[in-house]
């Protein structure tokens, strides 16, 4: 059956979505001031995605080691990323849906939960190091809402 009009166009909205940060990761450079952590500047926390740019831009250039360095779950999500572009871009050319194994799986809650879980755990013990070595309540006190609030 082919894909209604609808679809076809919720289908280039998810693929530009996902092709997105593979382009960023050829194409950028680290230490663009625009790629910094909002959530990192405002209070002073990095989010979970801390570190998955510089990630993706290593990757990019090629440094594998390095990815993995600043967020570990940076080359498991660029491939990811690539996996689900190349799956819509193949939908959008057959003009039907492509049932595959990783679909039905990634839309089961309990993986969904379980890779959630994952990542937190990750956050966490970054979290958990930052805290032990200083940094983090040295971040939060910098940050511009710690400077309002513990003025």
Known sequence: MPLSQQARIKRYFYCAIAIAPIIGGFTLQSGISFLSCPLKYWIGIPCPAWGLT???????????????????????LFTAFLIATIHLLLELILNQSVQMFYV???????????????????HGSRIYELITLGILQNDALASPVGQTLFR
């Open 104 to 122: 039905k799986l990634l839309a089961q809650s309990k993986i969904q939960v379980f890779l959630l879980m994952m990542l937190l755990g990750y």
């Open 54 to 76: 510089r990630g993706f831009i290593a990757i990019g250039h090629g440094q594998f080691n390095q990815a993995t360095a600043y967020h570990l779950f940076s080359p498991v």
